[in-house]
């Protein structure tokens, strides 16, 4: 498993915080500046949201960026992995490679598999709209 939360889950985070009940497309340069980066940088950021389909990018000279779906439907780990990538990787925690198990597990197999079930149950109950975004 791999678990990477970075800068850029934050931002991506504070992105979709910004444009939730926007009636209106929000200008980049706006949500930008409201979440601490740079327009390049946000447009990096809003890419997997838009992919997604939880952001929608209206071109033009009154275009921007819009949420298309509730905060409420998108989950903590959806967020993650819409921006980091799969978190479950198939590796194993103590070999550097794949894990073979069921075959040969690992001493830690069993006690990291259903740790690992557990975070990400919980990451997957949980949504974005109930986490507050802090400044790095």
Partial sequence: MRLEITRRTDLALRALRAMEGSPQ??????????????????????????RAGWVVSDPGPRGGYRAAVPLTEVSVLDLIEAVEGPVV??????????????????????AWSAARDALLDQLRATPVSAQEATPW
């Fill in 25 to 50: 497309p929000r200008k980049g340069a706006d949500v930008a500046a409201e979440i601490g980066t740079t327009q390049a940088f946000l447009a990096q950021v809003v890419a997997p949201l838009v």
């Fill in 89 to 110: 990787d198939g590796r194993c925690v103590l070999n550097d490679g794949p894990c073979p198990a069921p075959s040969e597990p690992c001493a830690l197999h069993e």
